[in-house]
């Protein structure tokens, strides 16, 4: 991301952190909604740069095997979403969900790294076998 895009989307973070601080405790459900809406905003702002890592993800997918970096591509999107979902739970004060979600993205995320797991097993196998 250029800096001509690094400095408004912070700019748009610091903002609204301190709307959020301001109102947190007077409306707390105003201050979630904008919460929300300040992040996605900053995801939109995004949508450039994450296009052009997603097209340098592709060329790199075409030089790996692609069993493998499928299964750590789906590991890092779990990851992110599973991040910012319990991110979201917790601003709502939610933390008993919060850690249900955390936890079940440890567990998709194990799911997600399976088939590569099994497959450096097995060339351990057929090394040491």
Known sequence: MALEHLLPTLGLAAAAALLYGLLHKSNPAFALLLSLAAGLA?????????????????????????????????????????????????????????????????VLTLAALWPLLEEVCGMIWELTG
């Open 42 to 106: 900053i995801l939109v702002r995004l949508t450039v740069p994450l296009q052009q890592m997603a097209a340098g993800l592709v060329a790199l997918a075409a030089r790996v095997d692609g069993a493998a970096f499928a299964s750590l591509l789906r590991c890092a999107g779990v990851l992110l979403l599973t991040d910012y979902a319990c991110a979201v739970c917790k601003e709502a004060e939610a933390e008993a969900l919060a850690w249900c979600t955390s936890f079940a993205g440890r």
